[in-house]
């Protein structure tokens, strides 16, 4: 063999590297363009997590929730019971029917006595009453009494549900460590 056989047998070989090392760079960015591409597409579509709360939001009190002792304060006979039927009607729960144990006489339609933990369950007794009047006392517990007067006729429409609007969800809780 010659030396000029050798010589172009060397650059016959390293042009061929070069080919090869170059058609290799090529089909791995190409690759690399591909799983970016794909990458972005899942990246995209994927669910993105909304707004959170931490805050723990109490259910609204509901008439399921209360407890009523329903009293005559009139010369009606009869009244707290019928009356009691009605409240229970709505949802309420109906513990004591009888006459006023104070023996008030109560010019409005009806007097709604409760203590300081029965005061959310008294507004919404309210809410069905046109005319009630809260009368806040020192008794223990949330039961509330509904004293009914001599201006009582029946109950008022049923109050719409209020709502609060949208709430977020709660924020997933995460645990660190083992």
Known sequence: MSLVDDAEALEFRARRRRRATVTLAVLLLALA???????????????KPGPCTTEVVE????PADV??????????????????????????????????????????AAHIRYGPEGEESAKLLAQHIKGA??????????????????????????PK???????LPPCPTVTVGG
């Open 59 to 62: 259910a609204p009190l509901r």
């Open 33 to 47: 363009g591909a799983f970016y591409y794909a990458s972005t597409y899942f990246r995209d579509t994927a669910p």
């Open 133 to 158: 009047k809260l009368v806040k006392g020192k008794r223990k517990g949330d039961t509330i009494d509904l004293v009914l007067g001599n201006a009582w006729k029946e109950f008022g429409p049923v």
């Open 67 to 108: 407890t009523v002792n329903v009293y005559n304060a009139t010369s009606r006979s009869g009244l707290a019971l019928t009356t009691s039927k009605r409240a229970a009607d709505r949802g309420f729960k109906v513990a004591l029917v009888a006459n006023d144990p104070q023996n008030k006489t109560i010019k409005e």
């Open 161 to 167: 549900q209020t709502s609060t609007g949208p709430t």
